[in-house]
Nanobody
Framework: QVQVVESGGGSVQAGGSLRLSCALS????????MGWFRQAPGKKREGVAT?????????YYTDSVKGRFTISRDNAKNTVYLQMNSLKPEDTAMYYC????????????????????WGQGTQVTVSS
């Protein structure tokens, strides 16, 4: 059974940094699409960043985080990271790590990907 467990959330002042980690278990690494979503109170869940190892290692970022966030993965540790720099109050949200069940998914890098597996989320709060 696939398990997705996030960690690394917390509270930080605007301009600060956090690194989120996502441990994947019950999953044999095959390069499936993986990524991070977030949901703020009263708002829809939105894709933040994705990475597609099987697709050449390409990445996708939503416009609001480009240049500030970086997604990466450690294949040996089955772990995905989200480095978040220059954080803004509008980045405040519950952040979810996610994984696709299929190796091939053409939507992984176009902003329309919807995952199969989700973590429970980790809270990020940015104060001004």
């Amino acid at each position: 059974q696939v398990q997705v467990v996030e960690s690394g959330g917390g509270s930080v002042q605007a301009g600060g940094s956090l690194r989120l980690s996502c441990a994947l278990s019950g999953y044999t690494y095959s390069g499936n699409c993986m990524g991070w979503f977030r949901q703020a109170p009263g708002k829809k869940r939105e894709g933040v960043a994705t990475i597609y190892p099987a697709g050449g290692g390409g990445t996708y970022y939503t416009d609001s985080v480009k240049g500030r966030f970086t997604i990466s993965r450690d294949n040996a540790k089955n772990t995905v990271y989200l480095q978040m720099n220059s954080l803004k109050p509008e980045d405040t949200a519950m952040y979810y790590c996610a994984l696709d069940a299929a190796i091939w998914n053409s939507r992984c890098l176009d902003g329309s990907w919807w995952p199969t597996y989700w973590g429970q989320g980790t809270q990020v709060t940015v104060s001004s």
